[in-house]
């Protein structure tokens, strides 16, 4: 089992920024994806960021030139920096490993943009 806690959610101001982080505990084997999810209410759960093992980071176009995934796995972390936020970025959001196959899931953390 994966454990993913995810944090640095919050308020925020239109144009602001915030840097959100998802630890990852229990037993890690082989990572073959981690991603940034979010769900806004009332939406379907949709794809921010991910990468692949061996590939290159992909950005959904709603947030590309804004977010940056990076990723430290020898502390088995990923963070995901989020400048000039949006009111349309407001979701809960949510990392997603697929660790030797299986798709694990944080709790989620509330990310609003708001003035």
């Known amino acids: 089992q994966v454990q993913l806690v995810e944090s640095g959610g919050g308020l925020v101001q239109p144009g602001g920024s915030l840097r959100l982080s998802c630890a990852a505990s229990?037993?890690?084997?082989?990572?073959?994806?981690q991603g940034w999810y979010r769900q806004a209410p009332g939406e379907q759960r949709e794809l921010v960021a991910s990468?692949?093992?061996?590939?290159?980071?992909n950005y959904a176009d709603p947030v590309r030139g804004r977010f940056t995934f990076s990723r430290d796995n020898a502390r088995n972390m990923v963070y995901l920096q989020m400048n000039n936020l949006k009111p349309e970025d407001t979701a809960v959001y949510f990392c997603?490993?697929?660790?030797?196959?299986?798709?694990?899931w944080g709790q989620g953390t509330q990310v609003t943009v708001s003035s």
């Open positions: 229990g037993r890690i084997s082989t990572i073959y994806i």
């Open positions: 990468i692949a093992k061996f590939g290159s980071i």
């Open positions: 997603k490993w697929n660790v030797g196959g299986s798709d694990y």
